[in-house]
Nanobody, 128 residues
């Protein structure tokens, strides 16, 4: 089992920045992919960003491309989401997700079903 713990959420004004962290524990050495999703009030959860843990390849939703950066610290088993130029529409609960290796399976970073573990979420509120 893998446990994920997000932190770094909060209240920020539009145009500001926040950095979210997601620390993996337990059998974290099994993780092959990690991602960030978000869910705004009254909306479905949506993909934000993802990366391959070993390759470092990154993927972004069009709505955050150029403003958000996903990165990792292998030694700390932690993935980060640096969020700049925040907008009120970025307000949401942000969730971290992780995936075990699935031999023979192609990973779709934007699909929730392609992740095995989820954190509890951290709230981000962007005021206008």
């Amino acid at each position: 089992q893998v446990q994920l713990a997000e932190s770094g959420g909060g209240l920020v004004q539009a145009g500001g920045s926040l950095r979210l962290s997601c620390a993996a524990s337990g059998r974290s050495f099994t993780i092959s992919k990690m991602g960030w999703f978000r869910q705004a009030p009254g909306k479905e959860r949506e993909f934000v960003a993802a990366l391959g843990w070993r390759s470092g390849s990154t993927y972004y939703a069009d709505s955050v491309k150029g403003r958000f950066t996903i990165s990792r610290d292998n030694a700390k088993n932690t993935v980060y989401l640096q969020m700049n130029s925040l907008k009120p529409e970025d307000t949401a609960v942000y969730y971290c997700a992780a995936r075990n290796p699935r031999p023979g399976s192609i990973w779709s970073p934007r699909q929730e079903s392609d992740y095995d573990y989820w954190g509890q979420g951290t709230q981000v509120i962007v005021s206008s």
